[in-house]
Each structure stands twice: as structure tokens, then as C-alpha cells.
């Protein structure tokens, strides 16, 4: 039997509990499963929904219920003033990674410059900052060749961004960047958060050294590879940032610490040292 929007969407917010977020959820997934946007769902409850629509949307239903993260439901996840696909190959865009973007937006913008993304997952990163800075070459890099083709997806049209498969810097000998960043995995393995991570890839996440092996790895491998003006710009753990700058003082580089918005040490940029 035929059900109206307005019934579809009753019945799918009261499975998930009926609440002003279970409402939010049900109105995307029947949006999703039905091709219609907020607005047309909220004018055109007594429409009715075909069989295979309604059963689609049960399923999504389901799948929501048993913990699957909104963002792979729907397949994307907004990012900046982007959206972007994303699948459990990557990583969901987190807004607290806007702060990388912001801190590169807002250095002085004097001409083009090489930008290498490291671990780029989805593409969010290299994806957006090739967006805003056309005259730059970016080149957006992972070892997961799947998310290296959702990256592609996202950046697709973009001539100033280039894809390349890899670990980290190890296969870029010889060449140096302006700019090096990186949202590397940080949390460590015993770390009580990651049940409630269980979805995303978890190579994207877990990092071995109480969260600290990549970090540590990316900052030194850089030293060889970033130019005398450019400059090192990682995400990290909110306790991990005394670590990180350490770290950076033994690389050789001063550094400059940030927070995010939730005033939780986020982000560290590590820079050369002026020589005395």
C-alpha cells in the first residue's frame, strides 16, 4: 500500500526514536530515497511514495538504527562550502579539520605555490584548497588506492590538482613543497572513542605509538622535502600537541600551536628555523 510523504516520514522518525535529530534523520533519509529536497518534502506531505521509494528508505531506516553514520547513508557529508561523496573507504569530514583549512587561507597569498596533501582520504583537504587557490598546484596523496578514487571523484575538473598513490612522503625523493599537510591517523589503539568509530576505515584512525607513529613519521620524513620558506601543517589529538611541537623543535622547525573552535589544541605548523 501507497503511503503519503507526511506518513513515511512519521513512521520513519518514530523508528529512530522521534526526536528533533531522529526527525532531521528521517526527513534526509526520505529525501535521499526519494530524489526530493527539504523544502518539497515539507510543501507536499499528502504526495504519495512508490513502493520501491518506501523500501528503500526502510532499509536506510534500518541501517540507521544499527549505528551507520548518517554521512555513508546519504553519501556525502558537507565541508567547507563543498559537498563531498564520501563511502567507508574514507574517513567523514570532521569540521574541526576546517581549522587547516582556515590556517592556509590565511597566510599571505603571494603567488603560486606546491601544496601535497598527505593521507588525503575523501579529498576535502587538497579538494578545497585547490578550489580557492587556482594558481597553486596541489597533489592530494594516499596508499588506499578505493579512497584515492573517491578523492578523484571529488576533485574531478580541477586542473591544479593532481592524485598520486603512496605512503605518506616516501615516494617523493628530489621534490620539494611549499606546503605539507596532513590529517594523519592519531588515535591510539586502546583510545575508548573508537567504538563509536566502528564504521570508518580504521586505518584512517588508529595509529600505533600511543597515536603518535604517523606524526612523528610525517615530520621527520618533511624535513628533506619542504622548501626553506614553506611550511608543516598537522592535525593532531587534543592532547597530543605538546608532543607534536617537540617533535617539531627536534625536526629542526619552529612551530605555531591553534585550537579549534571547541578551544581544543588541534593543529600545529612547524616552519624553519632562522638561521642565527
Given at each position: 500500500?501507497?503511503?503519503?510523504?507526511?506518513?513515511?516520514?512519521?513512521?520513519?522518525?518514530?523508528?529512530?526514536?522521534?526526536?528533533?535529530?531522529?526527525?532531521?534523520?528521517?526527513?534526509?533519509?526520505?529525501?535521499?530515497?526519494?530524489?526530493?529536497?527539504?523544502?518539497?518534502?515539507?510543501?507536499?506531505?499528502?504526495?504519495?511514495?512508490?513502493?520501491?521509494?518506501?523500501?528503500?528508505?526502510?532499509?536506510?531506516?534500518?541501517?540507521?538504527?544499527?549505528?551507520?553514520?548518517?554521512?555513508?547513508?546519504?553519501?556525502?557529508?558537507?565541508?567547507?562550502?563543498?559537498?563531498?561523496?564520501?563511502?567507508?573507504?574514507?574517513?567523514?569530514?570532521?569540521?574541526?579539520?576546517?581549522?587547516?583549512?582556515?590556517?592556509?587561507?590565511?597566510?599571505?597569498?603571494?603567488?603560486?605555490?606546491?601544496?601535497?596533501?598527505?593521507?588525503?582520504?575523501?579529498?576535502?583537504?587538497?579538494?578545497?584548497?585547490?578550489?580557492?587557490?587556482?594558481?597553486?598546484?596541489?597533489?592530494?596523496?594516499?596508499?588506499?588506492?578505493?579512497?584515492?578514487?573517491?578523492?578523484?571523484?571529488?576533485?574531478?575538473?580541477?586542473?591544479?590538482?593532481?592524485?598520486?598513490?603512496?605512503?605518506?612522503?616516501?615516494?617523493?625523493?628530489?621534490?620539494?613543497?611549499?606546503?605539507i599537510v596532513a590529517n594523519p591517523p592519531y588515535i591510539d589503539a586502546l583510545d575508548a572513542h573508537l567504538p563509536a568509530l566502528v564504521y570508518e576505515p580504521r586505518s584512517a584512525l588508529v595509529s600505533e605509538d600511543d597515536g603518535f607513529r604517523d606524526l612523528?613519521?610525517?615530520?621527520?620524513?618533511?624535513?628533506?622535502?619542504?622548501?626553506?620558506?614553506?611550511?608543516?601543517?598537522?592535525?593532531?589529538?587534543?592532547?597530543?600537541?605538546?608532543?607534536?611541537?617537540?617533535?617539531?623543535?627536534?625536526?629542526?622547525?619552529?612551530?605555531?600551536?591553534?585550537?579549534?573552535?571547541?578551544?581544543?589544541?588541534?593543529?600545529?605548523?612547524?616552519?624553519?628555523?632562522?638561521?642565527?
Amino acid at each position: 500500500m501507497s503511503k503519503s510523504i507526511g506518513d513515511a516520514l512519521t513512521i520513519a522518525s518514530a523508528a529512530l526514536g522521534n526526536d528533533p535529530s531522529d526527525r532531521r534523520d528521517a526527513a534526509l533519509l526520505l529525501g535521499h530515497a526519494t530524489g526530493l529536497s527539504h523544502s518539497q518534502l515539507i510543501a507536499r506531505p499528502e504526495t504519495l511514495i512508490c513502493a520501491q521509494q518506501h523500501k528503500q528508505l526502510q532499509e536506510l531506516i534500518e541501517q540507521r538504527r544499527l549505528g551507520q553514520p548518517m554521512a555513508y547513508l546519504l553519501g556525502t557529508k558537507a565541508f567547507w562550502d563543498l559537498d563531498f561523496k564520501v563511502t567507508p573507504d574514507t574517513l567523514i569530514p570532521r569540521p574541526e579539520t576546517e581549522l587547516l583549512i582556515e590556517i592556509i587561507l590565511s597566510q599571505p597569498h603571494t603567488g603560486p605555490k606546491t601544496l601535497i596533501d598527505l593521507g588525503t582520504g575523501s579529498g576535502i583537504i587538497a579538494a578545497t584548497i585547490a578550489q580557492a587557490r587556482p594558481d597553486w598546484s596541489v597533489i592530494a596523496t594516499d596508499e588506499s588506492f578505493d579512497a584515492l578514487r573517491v578523492a578523484q571523484h571529488n576533485g574531478a575538473g580541477m586542473r591544479n590538482l593532481n592524485f598520486v598513490a603512496g605512503n605518506w612522503l616516501t615516494c617523493f625523493g628530489g621534490v620539494t613543497f611549499d606546503i605539507i599537510v596532513a590529517n594523519p591517523p592519531y588515535i591510539d589503539a586502546l583510545d575508548a572513542h573508537l567504538p563509536a568509530l566502528v564504521y570508518e576505515p580504521r586505518s584512517a584512525l588508529v595509529s600505533e605509538d600511543d597515536g603518535f607513529r604517523d606524526l612523528k613519521g610525517i615530520i621527520h620524513q618533511s624535513t628533506a622535502l619542504l622548501a626553506d620558506s614553506g611550511y608543516l601543517l598537522l592535525e593532531h589529538g587534543y592532547t597530543q600537541q605538546a608532543a607534536v611541537t617537540r617533535e617539531m623543535a627536534l625536526a629542526g622547525y619552529e612551530s605555531t600551536a591553534y585550537s579549534d573552535l571547541a578551544d581544543n589544541p588541534r593543529a600545529v605548523m612547524g616552519y624553519r628555523k632562522e638561521a642565527s
